[in-house]
């Protein structure tokens, strides 16, 4: 299957006019460059917005234009930067009543959580900035538009929780080495108890709405949070083991915060570089592979690439189609099969579907290409 369009084929991806809003009756007249309106995001049911949005459907023509696309893009970065304030304003909360205890009572173990949720708390820095950034339009420059920015503030991420796991780490061998009493353990353990709530809830609400809008920089952060969360019951712990007669209960369980924090760092580590990667699930390969074999017209169905830009899918395609089709006809075969991966395909934003003849037996459509593969 070939990587390059030729003339003598259908299906180049071509921008839509603004006057391509059209009910379900579609006329693809005009090139099929959709963008995607519907928002196939999973979870969510029962929420207001949802049920607006789908109202909002029934009531207003199906449009699947640029405008759209914009739209969609606008909505999720939105999304993501609403999650940001929210959950930066609550980890700031969570971090200053912990740090005045921690400085209060002398506990390591309260120390690295404070500084772990202090992170936690910065990491929505880079976020919101990738956010912003992501809603610019493509440019000549940036043909693709600017969604990879999410991805250098995923690296942002990554750099910071390493940052407060070596802090952490270093304040807890200091502690074991040179002991210190731990005062007022009732507070500290009325600390970590407030650090758990505080991270757990932003957890839940950054990993479902990164999961919804397919942001990868912001799943990591809710799981970074998530162990903020567990790390912050391990206060409790070092605060029984200290007021049962064991003080080095406190500096070890820093130690043990510490390793949690590598493990998150292990986890958003790997998320991040399998999007630098343009890694994605094998299962939405099949499942393209799958609604481009359904489309009637497509005869085969050669290579399917997918990669994320942001948190939105695009995909590139080859689909072999009768070659006795006229340019038209094999064109608008093309057109259907990115209609229906656009629909179907959850947050795909943009599909190129290159058709290739399939026949007459014994001619190689591709011959001058073969030394360029």
Same mark, same amino acid.
């Given at each position: 299957?070939?990587?390059?369009?030729?003339?003598? $084929?259908?299906?180049?991806?071509?921008?839509?006019?603004?006057?391509?809003?059209?009910?379900?009756?579609?006329?693809?007249?005009?090139?099929?460059?959709?963008?995607?309106?519907?928002?196939?995001?999973p979870?969510?049911?029962?929420?207001?917005?949802?049920?607006?949005?789908?109202?909002?459907?029934?009531?207003?023509?199906?449009?699947?234009?640029?405008?759209?696309?914009?739209?969609?893009?606008?909505?999720?970065?939105?999304?993501?930067? !609403?999650?940001?304030a929210?959950?930066?304003?609550?980890?700031?909360?969570?971090?200053?009543?912990?740090a005045?205890?921690?400085?209060?009572?002398?506990?390591?173990?309260?120390?690295?959580?404070t500084?772990?949720?202090?992170?936690?708390?910065?990491?929505?820095?880079?976020?919101?900035?990738?956010?912003?950034?992501?809603?610019?339009? *493509?440019?000549?420059?940036?043909?693709?538009?600017?969604?990879?920015?999410?991805?250098?503030?995923g690296? *942002?991420?990554?750099?910071?929780?390493a940052?407060?796991?070596?802090?952490?780490?270093?304040?807890?061998?200091r502690?074991?080495?040179?002991?210190?009493?731990?005062?007022?353990?009732?507070?500290?353990?009325?600390?970590?108890?407030?650090?758990?709530?505080?991270n757990?809830?932003?957890? =839940?609400?950054?990993?479902?709405?990164? =999961?919804?809008?397919?942001?990868?920089?912001?799943? /990591?952060?809710?799981?970074?949070?998530?162990?903020?969360?567990? $790390?912050?019951?391990?206060?409790l712990?070092?605060?029984?083991?200290?007021?049962?007669?064991?003080?080095? /209960?406190?500096?070890?369980?820093?130690?043990?915060?510490?390793?949690?924090?590598?493990?998150v760092?292990?986890?958003?580590?790997?998320?991040?570089?399998? =999007?630098?990667?343009?890694?994605?699930?094998?299962?939405?390969?099949?499942?393209?592979?799958?609604?481009?074999?359904?489309?009637?017209?497509?005869r085969?169905?050669?290579?399917?690439?997918? =990669?994320?830009?942001?948190?939105?899918?695009?995909?590139?395609?080859d689909?072999?189609?009768?070659?006795?089709?006229?340019?038209?006809?094999a064109?608008?075969?093309?057109?259907? *099969?990115?209609?229906?991966?656009?629909?179907?395909?959850?947050?795909? !934003?943009?599909?190129?579907?290159?058709?290739?003849p399939?026949?007459?037996?014994?001619?190689?459509?591709?011959?001058?290409?073969?030394t360029?593969?």
């Open positions: 299957m070939a990587d390059h369009p030729h003339p003598e $084929t259908s299906a180049h991806r071509v921008p839509s006019p603004r006057d391509h809003d059209h009910d379900h009756d579609h006329d693809h007249g005009h090139g099929h460059g959709h963008g995607h309106g519907h928002g196939h995001e979870g969510g049911g029962g929420r207001f917005r949802a049920f607006a949005v789908r109202m909002g459907h029934l009531l207003t023509p199906h449009s699947h234009d640029s405008a759209d696309k914009t739209d969609a893009a606008l909505e999720s970065s939105s999304r993501g930067m !609403r999650v940001l929210v959950s930066f304003a609550v980890l700031a909360f969570t971090a200053a009543a912990q005045v205890i921690a400085a209060l009572s002398g506990s390591v173990a309260l120390l690295g959580d500084l772990h949720n202090v992170a936690d708390a910065l990491t929505a820095v880079p976020l919101a900035i990738a956010f912003w950034v992501g809603r610019r339009v *493509a440019t000549r420059r940036f043909t693709y538009g600017y969604g990879r920015a999410e991805d250098l503030a690296i *942002a991420i990554v750099v910071i929780i940052g407060s796991a070596a802090l952490a780490g270093y304040e807890a061998v502690r074991l080495i040179s002991p210190q009493d731990v005062h007022a353990l009732g507070w500290v353990a009325v600390a970590g108890m407030v650090g758990f709530l505080g757990e809830w932003v957890a =839940r609400y950054r990993i479902r709405v990164g =999961r919804e809008i397919g942001s990868a920089a912001l799943v /990591a952060d809710g799981l970074h949070a998530r162990t903020d969360g567990f $790390t912050s019951l391990a206060v712990i070092g605060a029984g083991g200290t007021a049962l007669g064991f003080p080095i /209960a406190d500096p070890i369980v820093g130690l043990l915060i510490t390793v949690a924090i590598c493990s760092l292990r986890d958003a580590a790997r998320e991040i570089y399998h =999007r630098l990667m343009d890694a994605v699930d094998p299962a939405l390969v099949e499942r393209a592979e799958h609604i481009l074999r359904s489309v009637p017209g497509v085969r169905v050669g290579s399917v690439r997918l =990669r994320w830009i942001g948190h939105a899918l695009r995909a590139e395609v689909i072999a189609v009768s070659h006795e089709l006229s340019l038209v006809e064109h608008a075969v093309a057109v259907e *099969a990115e209609h229906r991966l656009i629909h179907d395909l959850p947050r795909l !934003r943009a599909a190129t579907v290159h058709a290739d399939d026949g007459p037996a014994g001619v190689d459509h591709h011959a001058a290409l073969v360029h593969r």
